[in-house]
Every structure is written in C-alpha cells, then in structure tokens.
C-alpha cells in the first residue's frame, strides 16, 4: 500500500525562482526567453520585459562562448557547462566572472522544448579567493620575516651601543660626533622595521571587547586634519547610526583604519577629498557552523588621490613593497593581518590619476567568539 504523495504547490516553484541567488532562463524550442527569474535580472541588468519572447542570440549577442553553450545545448540535447572562461558583458557595467550550465529542456511526451540557462556570478567567490591567496603569502612571508628579524636584531643591538659608546667618547662640538648621531637614528629606524615585522609573523589572539566604530573613525579623522592642516584637504564621514558596537580588538582596529585614512590623505598631493563610510553589507554574509549567518559590516575609506598603478595592484599586500619615497612597505601587510584575525576581508580599486577605494568587511558577531 503506496500513501498517496501531496501534488507540488505551483507557486512553491515561483518562490524557488524569485529566491535563488542564481539566474535561470529558459527558452523555448526556437531559442526565445520563456523565463527570466530576478537574479538574472540582477546579474545582466536586463529587465524580464526586455527579455520575454527575444532571441537568445540578441539577448547574449557579441558574447560567443555564451552563444556556443547555448546552441550545443539545444542542438544536442545535452547538459554542457563552463566554469571558469565566460565573463558576461554588461555595459556600461564591467563584464562579470560568472559560471554558465545550459540544459536541455523535455516536455511530458519526451520532446526537447528548449532549454534552460543557470548563470552563477563569481566575483564574490574570486574577490574572497584572492583575499585568502593573500592570507597564505603573507603567512609565508610571516614566518620568514620572523627568522630574519631574530637574526638581525642582535647584530643591530650591537651597532648601537657601539655607537653610542663612541658618543660618549668624542668631545663636545667634535664634528664627528654627527656621524655618531646619524647611526643611533638609523638603527633606530631598522629596529622599528624589524618590530613591526615581528608584529606581523607573530601570532596573536585579538583582545576583545566591544568598539565603537564611528568614534574611533571620528578621533581618526580629528588627528589626521591636524596632521595635514598644510593642504586643502576635506575629510567627510558618513556612518550609519543603527551599527552597533562590534565585537574586536579596539588598538588594533585603530591601527588598522589610521593605517588606511593616513595613506588616504598621504595620497592627494595639495587638495583634495577623503570620504570614510560605514554601512551593512548585503551581498556578503559569514557562515559560522551552527549558527545563523552573520552580517558584515563595510568600511569604505575612498580618495581622490593618484590611485595606484596597475602593475602594482598585485602586490601592494607584499610586506616590503611600496609606492611612496618614503615608507617601510609594511603598513597595507599589517592591515590585511588585522583584518584576518577578525575573520573579515579587505578589497581595493583603484584608478590611477582618479583615486583609491579600500574597503574592509567585518562581522557583526554576538558573541566574543572570533
């Protein structure tokens, strides 16, 4: 004896469609859009009234990789998929890194009546990829750091006291006695360097506690307009009141946007603009096992600098690389550290001769458990 099985509630599926994070399209058996559900909308830019009843081949036209599956699809009656080599263009969007499943569509008498598209966008995927790409480098390039530091703090301790012996020995005025002063600073200096490289090999558990975002971008941005009172330079801050206090550790989340709005600033030569935002992310969300996804919240720190060359985007997380005269090249490998011990993320565009846009993700946990 069978229990009779309840008949599927048609709008179940409606629901399933309007809800997935994945476009579906379907044509019918000439290649017409039969369906085109809101993520495709969201993924293309193109409306559903704009897409019902045209061709396929106008819908994706110049976009040839898209166009094949598509075709083999409907004239093999075979699934075919690319993962990896299509990027949807969009304009006047950017084109999009998405991953493409084309299937053939049968209807009850077992008669091929179209097929169906599934787009999957995986810019969020590649920017989370590379932000973790950069985690491994810097973990490597970490522990080496920590070697060499430890063999060149020594030495280094030793040209200082020499020198600061012979200090003490020259007479008042000797002009030598510059030299001297000359090799305290500069190994000063070194030993700074070596310091913030140990900072960053060494491990090191967040003290937490609860921080108040807006008021230490607000004393940030304070300190900073005092610090470059010789330009023409304007700081604006736009926060979003509902946030609430996130679960971190304060001095180093101070490190981290001082770090970022001073770089900011260093950036525009006389006048120009810096604008720090905060505001909830709704693209992104942290998975945390066994417990509701947590949301994240974006700190963006934009200006209207010199923007980075585009050679060098690669490798600005690179402890030691640097574009200014001036710097150990230590600062934006820190930063991504801190970043990282929060279990958020950090994103950078830049445009040369327009600007930098750095953006930092991190969660809004309820509990210190991070």
């Known amino acids: 004896m069978t229990r009779n099985q309840p008949n599927p509630d048609p709008q179940l599926y409606i629901q399933v469609l309007e809800n997935l994070d994945r476009a579906v399209i379907a044509t019918d058996r ?47 009656g075979r699934t075919v998929s690319d993962h990896e080599n299509v990027r949807l263009q969009r304009p006047p969007a950017s084109p999009l890194p998405v991953s493409v499943s084309v299937s053939p569509l049968y209807n009850t008498a077992g008669e091929q009546d179209g097929c169906v598209i599934i787009i999957r966008d995986l810019s969020r995927l590649q920017e989370l990829e590379e932000a973790v ?9 970490g522990t080496l750091a920590a070697g060499l530091a430890h063999e060149i703090k020594n030495p280094l301790g030793g040209i200082k006291g020499a020198a600061q012996l012979l200090d003490m020995e020259l007479p008042d005025g000797s002009p030598q006695r510059e030299y001297t002063r000359v090799m305290i600073k500069e190994v000063e200096r070194v030993n700074t360097i070596i310091e913030e490289l140990m900072d960053l090999a060494r491990p090191r558990s ?27 330079l304007e700081f604006h801050l736009n926060l979003d009141p509902s946030i609430p206090p996130l679960k971190g550790d304060e001095n ?25 935002s905060t505001k909830v992310a709704a693209d992104y969300h942290l998975h945390n096992p066994g417990n509701r996804p947590v949301p994240l919240v974006t700190v963006t720190i934009r200006d209207n600098g010199k923007g980075i060359p585009g050679d060098s985007m690669d490798q600005i ?11 150990s090249g230590l600062g934006l490998a820190t930063c991504q550290k801190i970043v990282g011990e929060h279990r958020g993320f950090m994103k950078v565009d830049s445009n ?18 991070i």
């Open 317 to 327: 997380f690179t402890p030691f690389f640097t574009t200014k005269s001036r710097g």
């Open 252 to 276: 180093l989340l101070t490190r981290l946007f001082l770090n970022l709005i001073k770089n900011a600033a260093e950036a525009i030569e006389k006048d120009g603009r810096v604008e720090i």
């Open 206 to 232: 967040p003290e937490i506690s609860e921080v108040n975002l807006a008021k230490i971008l607000g004393d940030i941005i304070l300190f900073q307009k005092e610090a470059h009172r010789g330009k023409n």
């Open 30 to 76: 000439t290649g017409r859009i039969s369906l085109f559900n809101p993520a495709a909308q969201a993924i293309t830019g193109i409306s559903e009234r704009q897409a019902l009843s045209r061709p396929y081949q106008d819908l994706f036209n110049g976009q040839e990789g898209l166009l094949y599956l598509v075709r083999s699809a409907l004239a093999d």
């Open 133 to 141: 790409r950069h985690a491994d480098r810097l973990l490597a390039l």
């Open 352 to 369: 040369p001769g327009e600007g930098t846009t750095f953006s930092v993700f991190l969660p809004m946990f309820r509990t210190t458990d």
